[in-house]
């Protein structure tokens, strides 16, 4: 399969991997041969990027880090929470501790190098599926870290709660459009502390998993929100949680802002080591999150374009390349390249058509 930019989709080729509407429902499925109807209502989706099949590149398997029903279980458990905050009912840990655990174990079961975490949607409920893969993000690197079940399951549901306080932010904040003012940046900046004081009223919830929603602004240089922490005065949950919350807000589209390569915001996230995030950490999520998803178009420095076949699990930045064409000329038959194995051939960019 092959990762295209909508913008280049023609008709006829055969989506490869499902495209869901902002509830999680299947619009498009898997083996559907695209009309210019389609492509349309895909564009208009908001939707970046889809799947396709490609002959070339039959062998290219795209393995998501978490099942669907799992991640599906978990917008449901942050649905009923925002529920029962709206109809000032207690808020349960049971079906949260559930969720995580499942996360927990979908992920030690995942091997290599983390690519794809978000589904092929357009614009949705942005808190519920940006918290729901912070926390995959976040959990693949507290596992790296060395965390026990028992710890990830405390730092999970930190995560999976770290946002909860947007919930009395008045919607029309979080999704305007037009340059916030300060007082309205005031007010968002704010939801850290409300989130905190919702979690750490609640009695098996526990107190540092509630540091997480205060502290996962909070930068490695003190620049951070809401109390100017630095270094490791910053809890270790919300220092993990705040490399997963920048890396997903920037790789995901929003109604007031486009989503950005993965390559530009991993380049962003290591280049703040020590500034905004701790070194340690940014050394651990530059070996686990892949740079280059599998499938994903890039060109290389020797003129030849093609695309990401495999992960080298250690060396995200350097995976797997199936060469398809040179300049624009087809290569019969197409070259592949462990970039592993030759430090001289570069990656200069992505194509995604």
Not at 162 to 173: A, M, N, T, W
Not at 231 to 236: P, S, W
Not at 261 to 279: C, D, K, M, N, R
């Amino acid at each position: 399969m092959r990762q295209v930019n909508v913008l280049y989709l023609n008709e006829g080729e055969t989506l490869a991997y499902p495209i869901l509407d902002a509830n999680g429902r299947i619009l498009l499925t898997t083996g559907v041969k695209l009309t210019n109807l389609y492509i349309q209502k895909i564009r208009s989706l908001g939707v970046d990027m889809v799947l396709v099949e490609d002959d070339r590149l039959a062998d290219v398997v795209i393995h998501m880090p978490v099942t669907p029903r799992t991640k599906e279980a978990a917008y449901q458990a942050l649905k009923s929470v925002r529920n029962c905050l709206e109809t000032n009912r207690s808020i349960s840990t049971k079906e949260l501790r559930e969720v995580i655990k499942r996360m927990i174990s979908d992920l030690l079961n995942f091997e290599g190098v983390l690519g794809y975490v978000s589904d092929f949607r357009g614009f949705d409920e942005f808190t519920f599926h940006h918290s729901v893969n912070t926390t995959i993000f976040a959990l693949i690197l507290g596992i790296a870290t060395g965390y026990s079940e028992s710890k990830l399951l405390e730092f999970g549901i930190g995560v999976l709660m770290h946002d909860i306080g947007k919930f009395k932010i008045p919607s029309v904040l979080l999704n305007k459009i037009d340059k916030l003012t300060e007082a309205e940046f005031e007010e968002i900046k704010r939801h850290a502390i409300y989130g905190y004081e919702i979690l750490r009223t609640i009695g098996d919830f526990g107190l540092i998993s509630a540091h997480v929603a205060l502290q996962h602004h909070e930068r490695w240089d003190g620049s951070g929100y809401p109390r100017g922490l630095k270094g490791t005065a910053i809890n270790e949950y919300a220092r993990i949680a705040g490399i997963a919350d920048v890396y997903e807000a920037l790789t995901s589209k929003k109604i007031y802002n486009d989503a950005i390569e993965p390559y530009q915001a991993h380049e962003y996230i290591t280049a703040h080591s020590g500034i905004l995030f701790e070194p340690k950490l940014i050394n651990i999520f530059s070996q686990r999150i892949s740079i280059y998803p599998a499938g994903s178009g890039v060109l290389l420095s020797n003129g030849q374009r093609g695309n990401v076949i495999k992960q080298n699990v250690g060396y995200p930045a350097r995976p797997y390349i199936r060469a398809l064409y040179q300049e624009d000329e087809p290569l019969h038959p197409p070259v592949e390249y462990n970039l592993v194995e030759l430090p001289s051939l570069l990656i200069i960019g992505t194509e995604n058509y």
